[in-house]
């Protein structure tokens, strides 16, 4: 590969949260420190208990045999030291990094794609327990392991609390999923997180999850089986929120907050773009040179999506790329930077762009 002169961003990278993450609970709060239980139906099953209640199904993260076995069946390496993806040694973290040609990781939660707990105050002590403990363990990264923080998305006054909290200690973004609870992100309820957010200079980020336990379980008894399941519940709610807010007066009420839509793909983009296009002809409003610029959008790729296609689309300025380090499920793929980095079908600009400006420019990273 020819050499480069700016630096690598992976704009979609994971920690994995163990016992260490809740340490920084309050006394009074420690009835809130996430517990697995088995399930009696299904003894390769576990749910998080939180005060007692049953939460959402624990997400399974694979020995490191079943990383190698997944990674052969897929044809994608997922395999990460485990010191590394639950942020027990972030020296040997780092030094994976490097292997891997990234300069710089922005994190993002794995126990917080479902919701954990229905209690307002529990999730506000998990929430601020999760950001302390990122704060604490990236701190010796000389800024190469950035983050997005969580907020109790049903408390704006603590959730600002966070945010400003978290800013001052290394984050880069605001957490939120496509689905708060029975609100989609874009409802009006969320605008003062949007204010604040806006005003500390904090992107927002639409990771793919699903906090609407009403509607991830629709999908309990899907005929299509576990990996379909998983898409429904968590992508397509994802580019659902991306067009909502392309349609709705957000871009106008808080025109400098940018947002990324994480972990999707970017295969939707013509779609979502030909979709809303339709609708704002025949609601009689002036269409943009590009729907995703015009919102803030930023949309990470895969490195199989059909790019120039996409970017017929998307444009130049909005598409950036992850690894999903830490994760093996369809969208991770510790070499996708590298992949892009390969293709010939994309031009050296347009490469810089997805690997560095772009998402640069999201995180307030240039």
Same mark, same amino acid.
């Given at each position: 590969? %020819?050499?480069?002169?700016?630096?690598i961003?992976?704009?979609?990278?994971?920690?994995?949260?163990?016992?260490?993450?809740w340490?920084?609970?309050?006394?009074?709060?420690?009835?809130?420190r996430?517990?697995?239980?088995? &399930?009696?139906?299904?003894?390769? +099953?576990?749910?998080?208990?939180?005060?007692?209640?049953?939460?959402?199904?624990?997400? #399974?993260?694979?020995?490191?045999?079943?990383?190698?076995?997944?990674?052969?069946?897929?044809?994608?390496?997922?395999?990460?030291?485990?010191?590394?993806?639950? *942020?027990?040694?972030?020296?040997?973290? +780092?030094?994976?990094? &490097? =292997?891997?040609?990234?300069?710089?990781?922005?994190? @993002?939660?794995?126990?917080?794609?479902?919701?954990?707990?229905?209690?307002? $105050?529990?999730?506000?002590?998990?929430?601020?327990?999760?950001?302390?403990?990122?704060a604490?363990?990236?701190?010796?990264?000389?800024?190469?392991?950035?983050?997005s923080?969580?907020?109790?998305?049903? *408390?704006? =006054?603590?959730a600002?609390?966070?945010?400003?909290?978290?800013k001052? @200690?290394?984050?880069?973004?605001? /957490?939120?999923?496509?689905?708060?609870?029975e609100?989609?992100?874009?409802?009006?309820?969320?605008?003062?997180?949007?204010?604040?957010?806006?005003?500390?200079?904090?992107?927002?980020?639409?990771?793919?999850?699903?906090?609407?336990?009403?509607?991830?379980?629709?999908? &309990?008894?899907?005929?299509?089986?576990?990996?379909?399941?998983?898409?429904?519940?968590?992508?397509?709610?994802?580019? #659902?929120?991306?067009?909502?807010?392309?349609?709705?007066?957000?871009?106008?009420?808080?025109?400098?907050?940018?947002?990324?839509?994480?972990?999707?793909?970017?295969?939707? *983009?013509?779609?979502? @773009?030909?979709?809303?296009?339709?609708?704002?002809?025949?609601?009689?409003?002036?269409?943009?040179?590009?729907? /995703?610029?015009?919102?803030?959008?930023?949309?990470?790729?895969?490195?199989?999506? $059909?790019?120039?296609?996409?970017?017929?689309?998307?444009g130049?300025?909005?598409?950036?790329?992850?690894?999903?380090?830490?994760?093996?499920?369809?969208?991770?793929?510790?070499?996708?930077?590298?992949?892009?980095?390969?293709? %010939?079908?994309?031009?050296?600009?347009?490469k810089?762009?997805?690997?560095?400006?772009?998402?640069?420019?999201?995180?307030?990273? $240039?």
């Open positions: 590969m %020819d050499a480069i002169n700016y630096p961003i992976d704009a979609d990278a994971h920690v994995i949260e163990s016992d260490d993450t340490d920084f609970l309050e006394p009074a709060e420690a009835k809130y996430p517990t697995l239980i088995d &399930d009696p139906d299904n003894p390769s +099953v576990s749910y998080w208990q939180v005060n007692g209640q049953r939460g959402p199904m624990a997400l #399974q993260v694979e020995s490191e045999d079943d990383l190698e076995s997944r990674a052969q069946l897929s044809k994608r390496r997922t395999g990460t030291p485990r010191e590394s993806r639950r *942020m027990q040694d972030t020296t040997k973290r +780092v030094a994976h990094m &490097d =292997d891997l040609g990234i300069d710089v990781q922005v994190l @993002h939660a794995t126990m917080w794609l479902l919701n954990l707990t229905s209690e307002p $105050d529990g999730e506000a002590a998990l929430a601020r327990s999760w950001n302390k403990w990122l604490a363990t990236t701190q010796a990264s000389s800024d190469r392991l950035r983050w923080c969580l907020v109790p998305s049903s *408390m704006p =006054d603590e600002i609390n966070q945010m400003r909290w978290s001052e @200690h290394g984050a880069c973004a605001v /957490f939120l999923r496509p689905m708060e609870g609100k989609w992100v874009t409802d009006p309820a969320f605008y003062p997180i949007l204010a604040e957010a806006e005003a500390l200079n904090l992107a927002i980020a639409i990771h793919i999850a699903n906090a609407n336990p009403a509607n991830v379980s629709m999908y &309990d008894n899907l005929a299509a089986g576990g990996q379909t399941k998983a898409w429904g519940i968590f992508r397509v709610p994802t580019v #659902q929120s991306c067009m909502f807010l392309i349609m709705s007066e957000i871009p106008k009420l808080f025109p400098k907050l940018r947002w990324g839509f994480i972990e999707s793909a970017a295969q939707w *983009m013509p779609w979502v @773009h030909n979709e809303s296009v339709r609708r704002m002809e025949t609601l009689g409003l002036a269409v943009p040179d590009n729907v /995703f610029e015009s919102a803030n959008a930023y949309i990470t790729c895969q490195s199989d999506d $059909d790019l120039p296609w996409v970017l017929k689309y998307a130049e300025n909005s598409l950036m790329i992850g690894t999903d380090y830490g994760h093996s499920d369809p969208s991770s793929d510790i070499d996708s930077i590298n992949f892009i980095r390969e293709r %010939d079908d994309l031009a050296e600009d347009t810089a762009r997805i690997l560095y400006h772009n998402p640069a420019r999201l995180y307030g990273l $240039d």
